[in-house]
């Protein structure tokens, strides 16, 4: 759920930059804010092997126009490295892939994430090392449970997660039960309070 998209991303604004990550067998969010604003520049990311395998047909938009492109690594912080599919995939943090991709000291319109419990160790790395960018729309699943024995631990990242979310100037707007995942999984938006306020006085203007 995108908080006045219209607003926070204007039609007539030249460009914009938009990261997804953990794409999976979908791409029906990137293109739909393709369609919508075709304008952005969105970058998808997913370092399954059986969906970089399939990347163009899980996504034929990707054949349509050079603004989307597929990259094969996931969302890291403190871990580098995942076993997926029985391969080891890289995860780059956020600053990292910014970096790769030339993206260094842009604003990101959207980064969304689903990056299946890695989502508070991107995070708190990203806080850590002070490589948090500009960020307006901030769209990520949550767990509080990966499976197994509980995990104390990730009640406790959960919070942390949520008090340098607000610290940084983000706002909760939209949060909501995944319906397709676990008892333990939820939806979270936050938009960029300063953001969002010079959105609106640009439009009063």
Request: glycine share 8%.
């Amino acid at each position: 759920t995108m908080c006045d998209p219209e607003c926070i991303i204007p039609k007539t604004q030249p460009s914009c930059l938009v990261y997804s990550f953990g794409v999976g067998q979908t791409c029906s969010f990137e293109h739909q804010v393709w369609t919508e604003h075709p304008n952005c520049e969105i970058h998808l990311f997913d370092p399954t092997p059986s969906v970089v395998r399939s990347s163009s047909k899980i996504c034929p938009t990707l054949e349509l126009s050079r603004r989307l492109q597929f990259h094969p690594w996931g969302l890291g912080g403190y871990q580098t490295s995942l076993n997926i599919e029985g391969k080891t995939v890289e995860l780059l943090s956020l600053g990292a892939t910014m970096s790769r991709l030339g993206h260094s000291g842009r604003t990101l319109d959207v980064f969304k994430f689903d990056v299946e419990g890695s989502e508070y160790d991107a995070l708190r790395y990203s806080f850590d090392k002070k490589e948090m960018p500009a960020i307006n729309l901030l769209l990520f699943e949550g767990h509080m449970y990966m499976g197994g024995p509980p995990n104390p631990t990730l009640p406790v990242a959960f919070r942390e997660t949520m008090t340098r979310l607000e610290s940084a100037g983000f706002r909760l707007y939209h949060t909501e039960r995944n319906p397709y995942g676990s008892w333990a999984d939820f939806e979270a938006a936050f938009v960029n309070k300063t953001a969002l306020q010079m959105s609106y006085s640009a439009k009063e203007l």
